[in-house]
């Protein structure tokens, strides 16, 4: 099994549920694609702050869907001429 990391969130995940300032943990590379995406924040600060403010982690469901919200966010829209 993959090591699970932590991650405070940026925007509401809506098909999980989970609102923005929220931790989620799921597999780092599933973080590493929403960072990059820029709906969660991995850096340990971010997290720790979340964490001192009464948020627990939570198990982010559904880790192929996150991957699709991830790619998705990162995506150029194009138009055709």
Same mark, same amino acid.
């Given at each position: ?5 932590? @991650?405070?969130?940026? /925007?509401?995940? @809506? ?7 929220? /931790? ?21 600060? @971010? /997290? @720790? ?7 627990? =982690?939570?198990?982010?469901?559904? =880790? ?6 991830? /790619? ?10």
């Amino acid at each position: 099994m993959a090591k699970l990391v932590k @991650a405070r969130v940026l /925007v509401d995940i @809506a098909y999980a549920q989970i609102k923005c300032g929220q /931790v989620i943990q799921a597999e780092d590379k599933v973080i590493k694609a929403l960072a990059d995406g820029g709906i969660v924040d991995g850096y340990p600060d @971010a /997290v @720790a702050y979340a964490e001192a403010h009464g948020q627990k =982690a939570v198990d982010l469901p559904n =880790a192929d869907a996150a991957l699709e919200v991830a /790619v998705a966010s990162t995506e150029t829209p194009t138009t055709e001429q």
